[in-house]
């Protein structure tokens, strides 16, 4: 059996270096951790107002469509409607303007509410959601004007 003799002045770490070592580690770490946060956050709020914009330019296409083609449709809707196909309009109480990204009818979230106020030749789109990565409700509006 061989026994190695010990060399004088050979040592491993002590303690206090390992724990600043794992300190230096986990500050890089978080630090990493924080800003892939921020840039999900971010990303998902910009699909969420992308999907709301397409969704109201939807709306603004489908009152078109449907002013063109019997715009006796839209005199007699009722005051806050949405526009559930090129043909139909529904009241917004119905809860046939609750959509998914696609326009689909939804419970899942983030619900987008869809609404058009009218006033006169003007008509509001509006659609609302609650964001799913920041509290509080959010919304982008677009006015259509029919022009005689």
């Given at each position: ?16 270096e390992v ?25 998902r ?47 917004s ?34 659609t ?21």
């Amino acid at each position: 059996m061989f026994i190695r003799p010990k060399v004088l002045g050979q040592r491993g770490d002590t303690i206090v270096e390992v724990l600043i070592a794992i300190a230096v580690v986990s500050l890089i770490l978080g630090g990493a951790f924080v800003t892939t946060n921020k840039s999900l956050v971010a990303t998902r709020t910009s699909e969420e107002q992308g999907n709301a914009t397409k969704l109201t330019q939807g709306q603004i296409e489908f009152l078109k469509s449907i002013i063109a083609s019997s715009p006796n449709t839209i005199d007699t809707a009722p005051t806050n409607f949405c526009v559930t196909s090129a043909s139909t309009v529904a009241a917004s109480s119905s809860g046939a303007c609750k959509v998914d990204s696609t326009g689909a009818p939804t419970t899942a979230e983030p619900i987008y509410n869809l609404n058009i106020s009218r006033s006169g030749d003007t008509f509001t789109v509006r659609t609302t959601w609650n964001s799913l990565s920041k509290t509080g409700t959010n919304t982008v509006q677009m006015v259509y004007r029919i022009y005689d």
